[in-house]
């Protein structure tokens, strides 16, 4: 379930959540209205890095609209989800609307090319990274960054 507050203002779905376009992030209701994140009903993850994803569209659709231009339809449904495997191994998952979670990279430009290639054996979407890469390292320290086992 979405917020109280969403619900007590009298704006939300049966969910609590603002019906908002999924493309614009747009109220579907009120044109002057804007959403991102939790607050929407959009088909993503609730996980901050959808906030994160729709921030800088959503911030140009407004002042889009304050101009009288129309909006761009420009959030794919962008996610990404850390799930910690165990064994100090994490899992990212990274996925849109039309694009299930692949095999393959994430590339950390501080480490390079660190991170393992997904191995046959994963389940597809999914490619391990030691828990310590979410991590920050102190300064000048990354010998903890690559370590693998």
């Known amino acids: 379930m979405g917020s109280e507050m969403i ?6 779905n049966e969910f609590r959540y603002l ?3 999924p493309n614009t992030l747009r109220s579907k209701k009120h044109e002057r209205i ?7 009903d959009v088909p993503t993850s609730k996980a901050g890095s959808v906030a994160h994803f729709q ?3 959503l911030a140009e659709n407004v002042v ?18 850390f799930v910690e495997a165990g064994k100090g191994q994490a899992i990212l998952i990274d996925f849109n609307y039309d694009v299930e979670p692949l095999p393959g990279r994430f590339p950390i430009p ?3 090319r660190c991170p393992p290639q997904a191995e046959p054996h994963q389940p597809l979407g999914q490619a391990r990274l030691p828990v310590d890469l979410l991590a920050r390292a102190p300064a ?4 903890r960054s690559c370590r693998r086992g």
């Open 7 to 12: 619900e007590r203002s009298g704006l939300g």
């Open 19 to 21: 019906p908002t376009d």
């Open 34 to 40: 804007f959403a991102i994140g939790d607050a929407t």
């Open 55 to 57: 921030a800088e569209i």
């Open 64 to 81: 889009r609209a304050i101009e009288g231009k129309p909006l761009e339809p420009a959030f794919d449904g962008h996610s990404n989800c």
């Open 110 to 112: 501080v480490l390079g």
């Open 140 to 143: 000048g320290d990354r010998s």
